[in-house]
């Protein structure tokens, strides 16, 4: 196993991307290799010694897996672990934008807050946030209307707006509260929230679900209900085994503002009142 | 500057030089016959040479455009360009200004003209020209739903239509008559479409063939540099051919009388790919590719150009509105559309032509059917772009035509299977020679815009917008055809050396070319009278805000033409 230790030891205003310190492009790579590779900080470039301190531990227990480690981050660094493939990140501190976008697989362990866009248009792998996030947690690229498409993210803290857009595939879990418009336009994939909503959960979304364990503060009105339901299996697709979730839920269909809508939406009852 | 360009195996079908080993050589912008001895030498042997491209049909700037760009943040996220030294730009379907003209600078193009230019708009469209480096650039304002053509046409009075199409050619800073779904879009601004050639057109009870028609006498008696450039109606749907043939035979009584450059037709049917398809459903759609490619054979009086479908993700963008909708109809994907008062309209929807798509893969088999049944003094290659598919992907168009092996290898591995039984694109083992690709992207092109004067050949005094690609002419691997014609090894833009291997070594700003008619005076006042009381009851701006400024050009290059004979 090959760890790669990055201590940030710079103070830096203008933001730096780190897209290129991904776990595979520094496989092969000796220390004083990655010292010097150059990442962009706004219209110039920085290399990674003048940024941080870097440290290379490597043992032969067989394990192919490089372990990126990033000490003392904050919201300045940006884009860390963009387009990763496999690997495994740990920030020990905040993520700037766009951690873990555009991901086909691995794991990114972000041990602070982070900023929006977590998880922007993620194919696959595993994102976990153990503090707040921002806007746009797994949400698609401005204008695309093809979204995540796989993985899981969680977030152990709150979140900001418009998490989940146009969603197709995968599972965002949310331990905290989220802001307004949750699965807005969502067409696939779970989005579980099991702390307080502000409101306008699956605004236009078509298919998918969106199963909320703590209270709603404000349903749209473009929602059916269908009834109670009581351990909900929730299949998306006929095809799907299903995934089994435990509780007493109200269930609505929508969003009605769109022909034929599939959305599934899952208030649990101890927590919302019954409107429909 | 001068150069000599030795032993290049030189392609100028205007010329009638097919694949000779001669010298070119570069004096002051122009060709020339020969040069001093302080003449930088550059060796192109083994390599090819032809003159500059010249694009005839291609959505580079303005309204349109714009609007593609700010509706498709992710096309722009697609492609970005970053090049030391350079202007940075984005986007793969909708490139920015100066990618665009970096790159089709790249190609070993040289002149490329925006299709379709609402004249309310023209100014727009000028401002994004002075920032399109490397190419020389000119646009086609929309007539074939402009109300005062429309009126003028009703009353029967030619030469007052004549006068405002000069008029607004010279306001517009434009080039030639664009005419898109005749009627068609008028219509769409009362929810409806014309469909045939002799649909009434809401209100102004005239059809698509009055327009067209009319048009096309006008501009012969203005006798303009090219001829009508025309999108007909029911642009897109099934059984839409025979519309097409008759909008092909309204015309064909009409001679050709420029007054400037050497056109003989009289009509230009562009993307024609988007217009031959037989069948009255997509269901049972088939290729009338072939007739169409007989008629264009047979028939002296028109020239085409393709349109060729790329397979690619695009963005299409069109004054046909109505057409447009129906395409956000179908793929219900996020639409734009505007309406340009009294003149055009427009759409613009982002569009997936997945070779796995068996409408898709017809629709590419169409294109290739004209391509390889057409005579080669016919037809030019477009992709309309970026409807069909963007321009940077006319290298992979020039490989499907030159190596049969390559095309087989899509249509058996690639695209779907509705391509070969639906099409006659595996009828023929015909591959377009290194003279005949020349022809389809420079002597055609150049020709019949009227500007093969100096445009579109490497005869003496023509000027040295020359390309030089690094391929054998025999050369069949599809890749190496692409890459050669994507990367040009030298282009010259009036005598300098932009591009090197492919990068762009020198930004240079073109020219934009515009056409001022002179018209009778009389005439003119009483245009004017007119014009002026249906600006105020009508416009949004006042007539004397309406003319596109000196200022809006790096340098105009006016092709000036009297027609002061109409009264």
New interface residues.
Partial sequence: MKEVIFTVNAEIDVPVELDSLLPKNLQDMGIEEIKKIQLPQGNKKISVDELCDVVVNENDDGDATLKVIINGSSMKLKRIGEKMDGGEIIVNGDAGMYVGAEMKSGKITVNGNAECWVGQNLKGGEIVINGNAKDYVGSA?????RGMNGGKITINGNVGTEIGEYMKKGLIVINGNCKIMPGVHQNGGIIMLNGEVEGRAGGEMLKGAIVINGPLKSKLPSFEYEGIVEDPLIKLTKKDEGTQIKGAYYKYIGDFVNNKPKGQLYLSVEHNDPVY | MEYIIKNGTVYDPTNKVDGEKMDICVKDGRIVESVSNNATVLDANNKIVMPGGVDSHSHIAGAKVNTGRTLRPEDSKKDIWNREGLRKGSGFSVPSTYKTGYQYSGMGYTTVIEAAMPPLIARHTHEEFIDLPQIDKAAMPLFGNNWMVLEYLKAGDLNMCAAYVAWLLKATRGFAIKIVNPGGTEAWGWGKNVHGLDDEIPYFGITPRDIVRGLAQVNEMLGLPHSIHVHPNNLGHPGNWETTLETMECVKDIKAKPKFGKRDTVYYNTHLQFHSYGGTSWKDCVSKGVEMAEYVNKNDHLMVDIGQITLDETTTMTADGPMEYDLHMTNGLKWANCDVELETGSGVVPFIYSPKGPVYSLQWAIGLDLFLHANSDKVILTTDHPNAGPFIRYPRVIAWLISEEYRKDWIENRVHKWAAQKSHITDTDREYTMYEIAKITRANTSKVLGLSDDRGHLGLGARADIAIYDIDPEEKNGKKIEKAFLEASYAFKDGEIVVKDGNVVKEVFGNTIYVDAKINEELEAELMKDLTVRFKKYYSVNIENYPVQEAYANQWEPINIDATEIK
Wanted: glycine share 20%; charged share 40%; net charge neutral.
């Fill in positions: 690229y401005r204008g695309d209307w």
